[in-house]
């Protein structure tokens, strides 16, 4: 095997790790204690708003 070749193969596996942590990541969401701050923030942007 060439060092070309198995420097390409070592990218391939790196590239492939990487999309399958990328997606793991994507795929677990929200954790709802961020949801909660979340709701909270727009409920405090929402009261500021009427009051202007």
Aim: proline residues 2%; charged residues 40%; negative net charge.
């Amino acid at each position: 095997m060439s060092g070309q070749s198995h420097s390409k193969e070592q990218h391939g596996v790196i590239d492939e790790n990487l999309r399958r942590v990328y997606q793991e990541a994507v795929d677990e969401g929200v954790p709802d204690r961020f949801k909660s701050l979340l709701d909270q923030l727009k409920q405090q942007d929402e009261e500021q708003g009427k009051r202007e």
